[in-house]
């Protein structure tokens, strides 16, 4: 069940869902609105020959109020909301139809685990074929917030957990390549 902005409102006044700073415009029918915060990664592409799931990615770190995506570039940010799922809800991140229809993608794998704690990094691609310029502050993406069957036993607790600004992918990680059980 996909909860309504009523629904929204009591759960962050009662405290069991964290979302905030609550923006002005923020909570939508269906969705909170997340602006777009003032860290971003870019991938260092002159230090590596290629990109693999088992070796550890090199980016640069970037402090900015405002930052130009050129055309067909990829680059992390993250949002300016600091997040805190209790262990009975999910959530979706969705770009703003207003923002895809100047060509920007953005994403963050889709899905956001009951019990993550941090700020959301999302993905970014410019797909158009002029640069994007993008201000701090802005609305950017969407959550969409799910109330499942039943308090997951299981919460997340992997790699990303309390992340308190962008991070780059930690696939390398990965419980296939460590022996370990992180998400």
Not at 10 to 33: C, F, R
Not at 157 to 176: A, C, H, N, P
């Amino acid at each position: 069940m996909i909860l309504s902005d009523s629904t929204l409102k009591q759960l962050i006044a009662s405290g069991e869902l964290t979302v905030g700073p609550i923006g002005e415009n923020s909570i939508q029918p269906a969705s909170i609105d997340c602006r777009l915060g003032t860290h971003y990664l870019v991938i260092e592409d002159n230090s590596m020959d290629c990109l693999t799931l088992d070796s550890e990615i090199k980016y640069r770190d970037i402090e900015s109020d405002s930052i130009i995506i050129p055309p067909h570039s990829f680059l992390l940010a993250t949002t300016h909301e600091y997040i805190k799922l209790p262990n009975f809800l999910t959530a979706f991140v969705e770009g703003r139809s207003s923002i895809g229809r100047i060509g920007l993608f953005i994403q963050n794998a889709g899905w956001v685990d009951p019990g993550f704690e941090g700020y959301i990094t999302l993905e970014l691609y410019n797909a158009n074929s002029l640069p994007i310029k993008l201000q701090s502050g802005r609305r950017v993406c969407q959550l969409v917030f799910c109330k499942m069957d039943q308090e997951t036993k299981s919460p997340y607790r992997g790699k990303y957990q309390k992340q308190d600004k962008t991070v780059g992918s930690r696939v390398f990680l990965d419980d296939e390549i460590t022996g370990s059980k992180q998400r």
